[in-house]
C-alpha cells in the first residue's frame, strides 16, 4: 500500500496570505488528523476529519481550517498567515473509529516571510 | 492537557537502559508511542488500550496505568538507531487526542 502523501512538500509565502495543503491517506484509511509541529511547541493537533466529518478540533484560532473529501483527502487552509505559522505541518492516517496505529506522511514546511 | 513527559533529554551510552514517562491530568484510553528521527516524520511503536497491559517488542516495551494515568517506555540494551524524540499520545475518555512534550534521546558509541 502507497504511504500517506502531503503536498507541497515546501512552501514559502508572505504574511497576509492563504495556503492550502493537501494530505492524502492511506487507501482504506477514513480518519486524517492535522499537527503542526514547530522547535518551541511541539507537536500540536489541529483537527481531525473522520468520515467528511471534523470529529475533533485542537486550539487553533478559526484562521486554520479544513475539510475532507468523498475520497477521504483532506485539505488544511490558513487564511491570512502570520509569522508564526512557520512550522512543518505533519498529516497522519489512520484507519478506525478511534484513534489507533496513526501513520504519517512526510508534512509540509511551511516558511512565512 | 498536553501530556508531560520526562525527562526532557537524556543521553545514553550503546547498550544502556533508559525509561521515558508520559504524564497526563485526564483519564485514559489510550497511550500510544511515536519515535522520530531528525527530519522525518514520526513512526509508530506501539499503542496501549486502558487495563494496565504491558506491551513490547524487541527491546523496547512500555506499560500504561490507567489509575494514575502514566506510562511508560522501556529501552532495554539501546542501540544507536534508538536515537531520536519519543512521543507519548494519549487518547482520553472524551476522544481527544494529544502529543506529549517530547523526549530527546541521543545514543553514543
Known amino acids: 500500500k502507497a504511504g500517506v502523501t502531503q503536498t507541497p512538500r515546501y512552501l514559502i509565502k508572505t504574511r497576509g496570505q492563504q495556503v492550502t495543503l493537501s494530505c492524502s491517506p492511506i487507501s482504506g484509511h477514513r480518519s486524517v488528523s492535522w499537527y503542526q509541529q514547530t522547535p518551541g511547541q511541539g507537536l500540536q493537533f489541529l483537527f481531525e476529519?473522520?468520515?467528511?466529518?471534523?470529529?475533533n478540533k485542537g486550539n487553533f484560532p478559526g484562521r486554520f481550517s479544513g475539510r475532507q473529501f468523498s475520497n477521504s483527502r483532506s485539505e488544511m487552509n490558513v487564511s491570512t498567515l502570520e509569522l508564526g505559522d512557520s512550522a512543518l505541518y505533519l498529516c497522519a492516517s489512520s484507519s478506525g473509529q478511534t484513534y489507533g496505529t496513526q501513520y504519517f506522511g512526510p508534512g509540509t514546511r511551511l516558511l512565512v516571510l | 492537557q498536553q501530556p508531560v513527559q520526562s525527562p526532557q533529554a537524556m543521553i545514553l551510552r550503546e547498550g544502556e537502559d533508559a525509561v521515558i514517562n508520559c504524564s497526563s491530568s485526564k483519564a485514559l484510553y489510550s497511550v500510544h508511542w511515536y519515535r522520530q528521527k531528525h527530519g522525518e516524520a514520526p513512526v509508530f511503536l506501539m499503542i496501549?488500550?486502558?487495563?494496565?497491559e504491558q506491551k513490547g517488542h524487541d527491546k523496547i516495551s512500555a506499560s500504561f496505568n490507567e489509575k494514575k494515568q502514566q506510562s511508560s517506555l522501556y529501552l532495554t540494551a539501546s542501540q544507536l538507531s534508538y536515537s531520536g524524540t519519543y512521543f507519548c499520545?494519549?487518547?482520553?475518555?472524551?476522544?481527544?487526542?494529544?502529543f506529549g512534550t517530547g523526549t530527546s534521546l541521543t545514543v553514543i558509541p
Open positions: 476529519y473522520f468520515s467528511e466529518t471534523q470529529r
Open positions: 499520545g494519549t487518547e482520553d475518555t472524551g476522544n481527544q487526542f494529544y
Open positions: 496501549l488500550l486502558k487495563g494496565g
